[in-house]
């Protein structure tokens, strides 16, 4: 159960040790219709990919407008559950580190949701990424970025348990945060009457305006800030935002 920092993390790690439980733990964990409606509203029609397209809990009901989505995920795990999902071959998926690769496109609309911009946590991932979301985008396009506002908090606590219970099963979530290197590594502990899964992970954390900058290296401004998928202003005691970027050349 040791959540210390080896090799053996890759960037599928997470996506094969969650894939099998990620619709019933997850499919519910954000609003998919507000998602569904922003990002079609400025898709205009276009194409649109997704990363971290998972088993298809956003990429399938988007798909389901007629519009053309490509997804990419580096957990064949993943994807093989959103092949068995996506019965009519809706969407596009390639098998890739989205720090490293990404199709070509262009794309109208490229967007990151619920947190997965964290799950890079490589020391120059989040970057890599930024850079080449900027040189996939149409000139209008948009790249849109969900995550939660992380604490600056000194008071916070390095490390945690959280535990949840449901009929059959008990889920311990044990956390501990790296305070300069802003990185979360935490292992999910699934206990039942078939025995204990570990089901490790990790993230590494950017504020709002680390990210901006990030963006700004890469090309991207931001146009707009929301606190949700139905265009809640974004204040200061906001704790989630949904990050709306432009090529700076629009």
Known sequence: MALSNTPNYQSSTYGDGFADIYDDWYQDVTDIDGTVEFIMSLAQGKKILELGVGTG???????????????????????DRLARRDRSRLIKTHLADMAHWLPTGPFQVIFCAYNTFFNLVG?????????????????????????????????????????????????????????????IRGQSVEINEEGITLRPWRIRVRTPSELDNSAGRHGLRLLERWEDWHRTPFTNNSDRHVSVYAPIRA
């Open 123 to 183: 020391s120059n991932a989040q970057e890599s990424c930024l850079k080449l979301v900027g040189q996939r985008l149409e000139p209008n396009g948009r790249f849109i970025l969900e995550a939660f506002v992380p604490s600056n908090s000194p008071d916070l606590p390095t490390r945690g348990i959280e535990c949840r219970h449901t009929a059959n099963t008990t889920v311990m979530n044990i956390t501990i945060r790296e305070q300069t290197s802003r990185l």
């Open 57 to 79: 809990r956003l990429a399938l009901p988007i798909a389901s407008t007629g519009a053309p989505v490509s997804g990419v995920d580096s957990s064949f795990a993943m994807l």
